[in-house]
């Protein structure tokens, strides 16, 4: 079965840092990958997907992925991290051969220092 | 402005009650989406559309109920709403060009007394 895992709970970054989410999957085919994030008491909102070619791929609000087939990951990352960063993201992967339909991790909270 | 959107964005209501939890989308989308989130877990898919009286449960088992008689319009029911129904609702949409990227309402969170 296919399963998203994201180990870090909680993060804590201070502004201007770096940061890197990660994210690991399970999924027996090629994998379609995304990362959303969600700000306190929102939606989601797409951040970057992964389809096929580049392995970095470019996102919003300056975010970016990696995907390492070797790996199973698709981590996230950001430069220099912002106040307004501060949220919940999740990663996520989709069952291309069953309707569309998307796993997500557990997610992981960014708390940013100021 | 294309959005989606969810109404009530909160709602506090006792055992026993009906409930109808809206949710909109001005985009077009014919594919639509019902997600559950407890508070600081994973989304976890209870029902899908694929367009206009098509329905289908999804991953998690849910007592709630959904509708699709037009487009724009996938409204979730519970007939007697229970405390272990407290969570966060998210209805999502997305098109059959560009079926996995989902675009998100702002959730509501219903808590049951």
């Known amino acids: 079965a296919q399963s998203v895992t994201q180990p870090d709970i909680h993060i804590t970054v201070s502004e201007g840092a770096s940061l890197e989410l990660r994210c690991n999957y399970s999924y027996g085919a090629t994998p379609y990958l995304f990362w959303y994030v969600q700000s306190p008491g929102q939606g989601l909102q797409l951040l970057l997907k992964?389809?096929?070619?580049?392995?970095l791929v470019q996102g919003i609000k300056g975010f970016e992925a990696e995907f390492k087939r070797s790996q199973s990951s698709f981590n996230l990352r950001k430069p220099s991290v912002h106040w307004s960063d501060a949220a919940e993201y999740f990663c996520?992967?989709?069952?291309?051969?069953?309707?569309?339909?998307?796993?997500f991790g557990g997610g992981t909270r960014v708390l940013v220092k100021p | 402005e294309a959005d989606i959107y969810q109404t009530p964005r909160y709602l506090v209501i006792g055992t026993g009650k009906k409930i109808t939890l809206e949710c909109s989308q001005t985009m077009g989308h014919d594919k639509m989406y019902w997600y559950q989130q407890d508070p600081g877990m994973e989304l976890h898919l209870i029902h899908y559309?694929?367009?206009?009286?098509?329905?289908e449960k999804g991953d998690l088992s849910s007592e709630s109920t959904v509708s699709r008689i037009r487009t724009e319009h996938f409204p979730l029911t519970l007939e007697s709403a229970r405390p272990s129904h407290t969570s966060q609702y998210l209805c999502a949409s997305s098109d059959h060009r560009l079926p996995y990227e989902q675009y998100f309402g702002p959730g509501t969170r219903l808590t049951v007394t």
């Open positions: 992964y389809f096929s070619g580049d392995t």
């Open positions: 996520a992967v989709a069952h291309t051969a069953a309707g569309n339909k998307l796993t």
């Open positions: 559309s694929y367009g206009v009286n098509s329905t």
